[in-house]
């Protein structure tokens, strides 16, 4: 089974154009979030149930998953499995912070990357069971036949 196919790289399809639309909203209410927000609640002592500490893991995971999702344009069942992949090595990554002196592992970052999960999940199955392809142009692939 191949994860990456060529033919699904190399085109545009109206799924791929959902994947960035949502990858690129979610990358400025990221950075939103960062940059406004969260210094907001910080500098006022404000408490919002960490959603200032854990935003940029909150949002930038559904942010990560839309970006590949883009890049590859997977067929549903391997988006899964690259969705599922994904959210794993964040995980992973948060988990290895805790073994790193001077570091910030936080359970609350695991928290806010779980709950992404099931948010980019959901849109996923959304955008796949709800949405019918319409493929927009297709890139020309060079590829050289064997004689």
Do not use: C
């Not at 998953?65 to 549903?76: A, H, L, R, S, V």
């Amino acid at each position: 089974m191949q994860l990456i196919e060529k033919d699904r790289i190399s085109r545009i399809d109206s799924r791929r154009i959902i994947f960035f639309l949502i990858f690129v909203f979610m990358f400025l209410f990221t950075e939103f979030g960062r940059e406004v927000y969260r210094p907001y609640i910080y500098f006022n002592g404000i408490f919002d149930f960490w959603i200032a500490d854990t935003i940029g893991n909150f949002t930038g995971t559904i942010t990560i998953i839309f970006f590949e999702m883009t890049i590859i344009n997977p067929e549903y069942k391997k988006g899964k499995i690259f969705l599922h992949v994904i959210v794993f090595g964040l995980i992973i990554y948060e988990l290895i912070q805790y073994l790193i002196p001077k570091s910030i592992g936080d359970w609350k970052d695991i928290v806010a990357t779980l709950l992404a999960w099931l948010i980019a999940l959901g849109l996923y199955e959304l955008i796949f069971r709800k949405h019918k392809i319409k493929i927009l142009y297709k890139l020309p692939i060079n590829e050289k036949k064997a004689d």
